[in-house]
């Protein structure tokens, strides 16, 4: 599975952005998918993840309410939409594939997009 993420760009606190991973090579559907992000002198951190079918969306607790992840099998497409964006979300995101089983640790996850910065200024 390769995925390309999308959508990241510079936004004023409060503002909204939505970040796209679009996947490509074997069938998406069977994939439960994540996004993490990381932030300069941080580890990577779980943001939110989306079982493979959507049944079951799971979140961070900094995101909760302001964040939400969905996604369309038909279009190999995860989102993060991200609302009430804060200074503190500034980070580079990376979404991330699973087969069927979704996980919360960056090493639950085998595939890996390139990143996309979030800016979120004061």
């Known amino acids: 599975v390769q995925l390309q993420a999308s959508g990241g760009g510079l936004v004023q606190a409060g503002g909204s952005l939505r970040l796209s991973c679009t996947a490509s090579?074997?069938?998406?559907?069977?994939?439960?998918a994540g996004w993490f992000r990381q932030a300069p002198g941080k580890e990577r951190e779980f943001v939110a993840a989306i079982t493979w079918n959507g049944s079951g969306t799971y979140y961070a607790d900094p995101v909760k309410g302001r964040f939400t992840i969905s996604r369309d099998n038909a279009k190999n497409t995860v989102y993060l939409q991200m609302n009430s964006l804060k200074p503190e979300d500034t980070a580079v995101y990376y979404c991330?594939?699973?087969?069927?089983?979704?996980?919360?640790?960056?090493?639950?996850?085998?595939?890996w997009g390139q990143g996309t910065q979030v800016t979120v200024s004061s």
């Open positions: 090579g074997r069938a998406f559907s069977n994939y439960a």
């Open positions: 991330a594939a699973r087969f069927q089983r979704v996980g919360s640790r960056p090493s639950d996850y085998e595939y």
